[in-house]
């Protein structure tokens, strides 16, 4: 039987999923930029009695439009909670900007406050205020089990967090997107890209990202997980920790990602703080595959780091994560290379020193300028910028995406929704043209999980209820002999 990575080399990832997002007819709502204008548009979209007009609704935001909000973007009235769908307008040439502003009351708040499932496409959002400071965390998730989808957005600024869970079992869903400066330098303790606050999740799945200039960790640990997938994508500079994870319940896939400069302070002298660390795992060794990641630290870290007889940077896996990982047969895939790219954000040496020195004066992120358009997109260097499982650089690209291959799509297939919690449907766009003669679902693992024939159907269900949560490679075969292939997250 295959090991799982040789089903990930088969290019079946792709660069942007729908994530569950419909694809059925949806009303449209086009909201006019302005003070309060998005506030007003989704608080007020309501009947006589209160209840939401139609849940199957997009807000629609203008071409490069200014959106300031006087208070946060929520998805809850009276009548209870409901799914958010906010997105620019496609064919977008600049993505629509939130921002906080303050409101009748003079305060500001975060930008979004998540009561229930949230979809936002194509937009800026910051939590940066004009009038001076930055508000706590930009996506407050409250509630058990929501689902939040973020896909090519453009997301700094803020003091503590680019996504907090208070809720359980939340799924969370980041592709094709910008997350920076996350953090004050004086507060070394805060800024996290992720803060679970320790609440179990259900899913993080990260795919075509570039995280970079965030305080204090990653992944603010000690959290349980069912699955978590961090694919192609580039994570630079970040002061204390890394990836802290408590339970491993079920899968994790780690691959094709750049680590530069993480837990800059380093570790104590012959400590075991680890980049990725999990408290337990007891699954088999091909539910957890870390594999082609380039892990560094620049240069002049690393003069820092060996001036110094107590400080050392971290090692990348802890003693769980590389057992699996050798027992994949994967250990020698993952390098460490100084690479170049397009334009990276000025290392924050310095705070190292800071730290050493005990100055407390920590002196991080570059902000000179603002907005901060830094672009981690590899542009050259050894091996690693091919090292990726399919020979394409590693890390984020997402200015011109991940060049893997999307069988599906140009076959003329497509699949929906993804994730799939009952029914994953298949439709044949180019149906008057092949026909499909199978429809396979196969694990990371190799085994055909499920398998039924399509026929002439345009449209084909597939029940997928049944199989357990985890990810899956849908294969469909056409009467062309040709083969189409697509990852799907089971949720």
């Known amino acids: 039987m295959k090991n799982a990575y040789s089903y990930l080399k088969t290019g079946s990832f792709v660069i942007l999923m729908t994530f569950g997002i419909s694809l059925t007819a949806q009303r449209i709502v086009q909201v ?49 909670t409901f799914p958010l769908h906010i997105r620019t307008v496609p064919g977008y040439t600049t993505r629509a900007f939130l921002q906080p502003t303050p409101g009748t009351g003079g305060s500001t708040d975060r930008a979004f406050r998540v009561r229930d499932d949230l979809t936002v496409e194509g937009v800026r959002v910051t939590n940066k205020v004009d009038a001076g400071g930055f508000e706590d965390q930009i996506f407050r998730i409250y509630n058990d089990n929501s689902r ?11 003091s503590q967090s680019a996504f907090r869970t ?50 204090s960790r990653w992944i603010r640990g000690d959290f349980d997980v069912n699955v978590l997938y961090v694919n192609q994508t580039t994570f630079a500079n970040c002061a204390q920790a890394g990836f802290q994870i ?28 680890a980049i990725i660390e999990i408290d337990e795992f007891s699954g088999p060794s091909s539910d957890l595959v870390i594999s082609h990641n380039n892990v560094y630290w620049t240069s002049d870290l690393v003069t820092i780091f060996n001036g110094n007889d107590t400080l050392e940077p971290v090692e990348f896996l802890d003693s769980i994560a590389n057992a699996n990982t050798v027992m994949n047969g994967l250990d020698n895939t993952n390098f460490v290379e100084s690479i170049s790219y397009s334009n990276a954000a ?30 981690y997109t590899p542009t050259g260097g050894p091996s690693s910028y091919i090292g990726g499982d399919m020979g394409q650089p590693v890390g984020g690209l997402v200015t011109q995406g991940i060049g893997l291959v999307e069988n599906i799509k140009k076959l003329g297939l497509e699949i929906y929704p993804n994730p799939a919690t009952s029914i994953l449907t298949v439709n044949n766009l180019n ?28 449209i084909t269900d597939v029940n997928v209820s049944n199989l357990p949560n985890g990810v899956y490679i849908l294969k469909t075969q056409l009467e062309t002999g040709e ?9």
């Open 148 to 158: 939040v989808v973020i896909d090519d957005c453009e997301i700094d600024e803020a």
């Open 32 to 80: 006019p930029q302005g003070v309060g204008t998005l506030n007003d548009a989704i608080d007020g979209d309501t009947t006589a009695t209160g209840d939401r007009v139609d849940l199957n609704t997009i807000y629609e935001l203008e071409n490069g439009g200014i959106y300031k909000l006087n208070r946060s973007v929520e998805n809850e009235n009276s009548k209870g």
């Open 246 to 273: 408590g339970e491993l319940k079920n899968e994790m896939i780690f691959t094709n990602n750049i680590i530069k400069n993480s837990q800059i302070y380093g570790r104590d002298t012959g400590d075991t703080e």
């Open 346 to 375: 000025p290392v924050p040496s310095g705070i190292l020193q800071d730290f050493i020195n005990g100055t407390g004066t920590f002196t991080a992120w570059d902000r000179s300028g603002w907005p901060y358009d830094y672009d």
């Open 166 to 215: 208070d809720g359980e079992n939340v799924r969370l869903f980041i592709s094709n997107s910008y997350i920076s400066n996350i953090g004050l330098p004086t507060d070394i303790d805060n800024g996290r890209f992720i803060d679970t606050r320790r609440n179990d999740v259900d899913t993080i799945w990260l795919e075509n990202n570039q995280i970079y200039n965030i305080t």
């Open 483 to 491: 083969f189409g292939t697509q990852t799907f997250l089971k949720n």
């Open 431 to 458: 149906h008057n043209k092949s026909t499909i003669v199978k429809i396979s679902i196969v694990s990371l693992t190799g085994q055909v999980v499920m398998e039924q024939q399509a026929g002439i159907a345009v």
